[in-house]
């Protein structure tokens, strides 16, 4: 088995509001291994997208150790940070978060040119992204000329054009409807499947976590238990 790509041990994370203290994460434990589709389940404010935030740098943790291709999280300093999240991670939200002005494509190159990668390798590298996600024909659109799945297959493409080694998705379907859900989660899991992409997925919904190859359930800041399955018992997705 090769080395995870993320590991965390004992992470603690708490929230301070006034007199009251929220302990959002206590002592989770989580190892990760490259290629895997990893969804994180629980109720709401059971600390899914918490431990989605530390794990990935997006926010710091109080107590703990998190490893991410081996390189301590807590050890690197802010920049450095910032380096590794642009460099060898991509990020999927339920709210796009695409810019509303600029088309498709140049927001797909936008990470790239913030990693200083030259413009025109940067358009080359969005237009690639771009057609592996079926939107080669919408490049030049603007995010309000497209449906919500079309925005979400954009997010996917600004996640994946810097070729990184994992990708986090917080309640990628959460905005869309049943059948453009689906065609979503086809693609993740065909990219998955194709590319190697480790992802992990932070849901409320079954139907996701049926798609992936582990489960991992949260209560109260905890993991209170770990399901995996097989493509023999997975609900596969069709793929397009």
Not at 57 to 75: H, M, N, R
């Amino acid at each position: 088995m090769s080395d995870p790509i993320i590991q965390a041990r004992n992470v603690h994370k708490t929230f301070h509001t006034g007199a009251i203290e929220v302990h959002a994460l206590r002592g989770v434990d989580l190892t990760i291994q490259p290629g895997e589709m990893v969804a994180i389940m629980g109720p709401s404010g059971c600390g899914k997208t918490t431990l989605l935030n530390c794990l990935s740098g997006l926010d710091y943790f109080d107590e703990g150790e998190v490893l991410i291709e081996g390189a301590s999280l807590a050890k690197m300093s802010d920049r450095k940070r910032t380096t590794w999240r642009a460099e060898r991670m991509g990020f999927v939200f339920q709210t796009y978060n695409l810019l509303p002005v600029i088309t498709a494509q140049e927001n797909v190159e936008l990470p790239l040119l913030v990693s200083s990668v030259s413009q025109s390798d940067a358009r080359r590298r969005a237009a690639d992204a771009l057609a592996s996600v079926g939107l080669a024909d919408r490049a030049h659109h603007r995010p309000a000329e497209l449906s919500g799945g079309q925005r979400q297959r954009v997010t996917i493409a600004r996640a994946l054009v810097n070729d990184p080694a994992l990708v986090w998705a917080d309640e990628p379907t959460g905005n869309l409807d049943a059948v453009t859900s689906d065609e979503i989660l086809a693609l993740m899991q065909r990219l998955n499947k194709e590319q190697g992409r480790t992802f992990v997925i932070v849901t409320h919904d079954e139907q996701v976590g049926a798609l992936c190859n582990r489960i991992v359930r949260m209560r109260d800041g905890k993991i209170v238990g770990e399901s995996k399955q097989t493509e023999a018992t997975a609900g596969l997705a069709p793929v397009e």
